[in-house]
């Protein structure tokens, strides 16, 4: 007999935990000062510094938090030859 494989690919959301720094004279104006970036969505180059993805806060995407779209995909996985087969709106190859 032989050995077939397949993927099943989900989509998820999941928390980042990023980390920033900035200077400023103190605590305070630190504060203040990434209040301000954070608001205006700036948080950039500037001030990044490494991120990590919180696996343990991975939740299931439903179909209807995804605008209607499949959130979970089969796929054969042949020898280079990948394949979609069905998704969970049971959607099929054509």
Do not use: P
Not at 13 to 39: C, D, Q
């Amino acid at each position: 007999m032989e050995q077939f494989y397949f993927n099943v690919e989900r989509k998820i959301t999941t928390w980042v935990r990023e980390l920033h720094s900035i200077r400023a004279g103190t605590k305070e104006e630190a504060v203040e000062k990434m209040i301000a970036e954070f608001k205006d969505n700036e948080l950039d180059a500037d001030t990044f510094c490494e991120q990590e993805h919180l696996y343990d806060t991975d939740t299931l995407l439903s179909i209807e938090e995804n605008d209607g779209n499949a959130t979970c995909e089969l796929y054969f996985d042949g020898e280079g030859d990948r394949e979609f087969i069905i998704d969970n709106l049971n959607n099929t190859k054509n």
